[in-house]
């Protein structure tokens, strides 16, 4: 079946630190995968994405590349800053069944 | 930009009532999705449409019903509330199914069931 595995958070970081946030998945076939946000009270909000292989997603300075031989898509950043604080899911998409399957989130906390 | 909305935002319910979530997009998506997410948790699909008049079940569909009359519209109905339905419901959508395309979401609505 599929599933995404992600650490579990809290991540408490100072400004200007460099964030990874790790994610494996479980998936038949050739999913996309996906990085969403969730600041708090609000919905989910695309991150970024990758569809194929060794493609690389970024955005607002994050970025995560697709990793078929480890079954990985890890976020990172170069320097968090504040503002980045939120909770973090990683998600694929399951081409047969147009379904989306998202981790438990990973809370992000970043100290001034 | 209105994408995907939501009503209502936040609602208290007692137990035993029934409501319904509304959810409309006007992206022209065929896909639509009610997604739960419980207090600190993932997130759980309880239904989703490939389109109009196609309905089915996710993880998590005891206690919910949903219809698609339209392409627009993808209401959630909740039927004999009960304490365990306290979460906060997102709506989805997505274009072309899950195929390399985004899923959007709604601002989610806050129930609480006492």
């Known amino acids: 079946g599929n599933s995404v595995t992600q650490m579990e958070g809290p991540v408490t970081l100072s400004e200007e630190a460099f964030l990874t946030i790790n994610c494996t998945y479980t998936?038949?076939?050739?999913?996309?995968l996906f990085w969403y946000v969730q600041y708090p009270g609000e919905g989910l909000q695309l991150l970024l994405k990758?569809?194929?292989?060794?493609d690389k997603g970024s955005n607002k300075g994050f970025e995560a590349t697709y990793r078929k031989e480890t079954t990985s898509f890890h976020l990172e950043k170069g320097s968090v800053q504040v503002s980045d604080s939120a909770v973090y899911f990683c998600?694929?998409?399951?081409?047969?069944?147009?379904?989306?399957?998202f981790g438990s989130g990973t809370k992000l906390n970043v100290k001034p | 930009n209105a994408g995907v909305t939501q009503t209502p935002k936040f609602r208290i319910l007692k137990i035993g009532q029934s409501m319904t979530l509304q959810c409309a997009q006007d992206?022209?998506?065929?896909?639509m999705y009610w997604y739960r997410q419980d207090p600190g948790m993932g997130l759980k699909l309880i239904y989703y449409?490939?389109?109009?008049?196609?309905?089915d079940k996710g993880e998590v569909p005891n206690g919910y019903n949903v219809s698609r009359s339209t392409t627009e519209d993808f209401p959630l109905r909740l039927e004999l509330a009960a304490p365990s339905q306290t979460s906060v419901y997102f709506c989805?959508?997505?274009?072309?199914?899950?195929?390399?395309?985004?899923?959007?979401f709604g601002e989610g609505s806050w129930l609480t069931v006492v």
């Open positions: 989805a959508s997505s274009s072309q199914g899950a195929s390399g395309n985004t899923i959007y």
């Open positions: 998936a038949t076939g050739y999913p996309s």
């Open positions: 990758a569809t194929k292989a060794d």
């Open positions: 998600a694929l998409s399951d081409v047969n069944f147009n379904k989306f399957y």
């Open positions: 992206m022209n998506h065929n896909y």
């Open positions: 449409s490939v389109g109009a008049g196609i309905t």
